[in-house]
C-alpha cells in the first residue's frame, strides 16, 4: 500500500526555520510531481510549491525567496525548507503526489493526486 508520511512540522516564533519532509512508501517506481500544499483555517487548500522528477520548481508567490523545494528520487522523499517564516505561513501542510507508479502484485499502476495526512505550522507572532 503506498503511503505518504509527513514530518517536521510543529511550533515556532516569526523569523524562525522548519524543514518539513515527506517519504513516500510502497514499492514505488517512479514519482512525477511531488507538491506541498498547505490549509489555513477558513482558507482553501493552496499549492506551496512543486517539484518534477527532473527538479523544475514553482512556487507560490508570498513564499518565493523564503522556502525551498526539493527531492531525494533515490528516497522517494520531498523536503520543505522553511526559513522566514511569518506568522501567515501557519496552516497544515500537506504532501502531494502526482504521476505516482507503484508495483503491486505483477503489474504497474499508477496513482494521481495522491494526499499525506498532513502536518501542523504554527508560527506564532
Known amino acids: 500500500q503506498v503511503q505518504l508520511v509527513e514530518s517536521g512540522g510543529g511550533l515556532v516564533q516569526a523569523g524562525g526555520s522548519l524543514r518539513l519532509s515527506c517519504a513516500a512508501s510502497?514499492?514505488?517506481?517512479?514519482?512525477?510531481?511531488m507538491a506541498w500544499y498547505r490549509q489555513a483555517p477558513g482558507h482553501q487548500r493552496e499549492l506551496v510549491a512543486a517539484v518534477t522528477s527532473g527538479g523544475t520548481t514553482n512556487y507560490t508567490d508570498s513564499v518565493k525567496g523564503r522556502f525551498t523545494i526539493s527531492r531525494d528520487n533515490a528516497k522517494n522523499t520531498v523536503y520543505l525548507q522553511m526559513n522566514s517564516l511569518k506568522p501567515e505561513d501557519t496552516a497544515v501542510y500537506y504532501c502531494?503526489?502526482?504521476?505516482?507508479?507503484?508495483?503491486?502484485?505483477?503489474?504497474?499502476?499508477?496513482?494521481?493526486?495522491?494526499w499525506g495526512q498532513g502536518t501542523q505550522v504554527t508560527v506564532s507572532s
Open positions: 502531494n503526489a502526482d504521476g505516482l507508479i507503484y508495483r503491486r502484485m505483477f503489474s504497474l499502476r499508477s496513482l494521481h493526486d495522491y
Open positions: 510502497g514499492s514505488i517506481v517512479s514519482i512525477n510531481t
